[in-house]
Nanobody
Framework: VQLQASGGGLVQAGGSLRLSCAVS????????VGWFRQAPGKEREFVAS???????IYADSVKARSIISRDKGKGTVYLQMSSLKPEDTAVYYC??????????????????WGQGTLVTVSS
């Protein structure tokens, strides 16, 4: 499974952004997926995850401002974020679990990772 994240960039505080994660190699439709992020000088942390049945969980810090979704026809996973804050500045990574997997907030549960896309939120 290969994952390619995109959609990052510079955005003003209060703005919105949609990150995309194109998946190839194997179908994403029966796999749990997740988004994680790593801010400068900090450890990588959980953002959002979706089970193979499309149930979702979110980190408390983004719960009211984010939506994880997937387009099964395109084999793409999305993370829509709104009301962005400077503390959302980070490299965002998409990841995938194996088939028929539940959502997870643990990085160790995801064997497949994309390369990351940088989101910078200016104040």
């Amino acid at each position: 499974v290969q994952l390619q994240a995109s959609g990052g960039g510079l955005v003003q505080a209060g703005g919105s952004l949609r990150l995309s994660c194109a998946v190839s190699g194997r179908s994403i439709n029966e796999r749990a997926v997740g988004w994680f992020r790593q801010a400068p000088g900090k450890e990588r942390e959980f953002v959002a995850s979706m089970s193979w049945m499309d149930d979702t969980i979110y980190a408390d810090s983004v719960k009211a401002r984010s939506i994880i979704s997937r387009d099964k026809g395109k084999g793409t996973v999305y993370l829509q974020m709104s009301s962005l804050k400077p503390e959302d500045t980070a490299v965002y990574y998409c990841a995938s679990r194996n088939e028929f997997s539940s959502y997870s907030d643990s990085q160790g549960d995801f064997p497949y990772w994309g390369q990351g896309t940088l989101v910078t939120v200016s104040s």
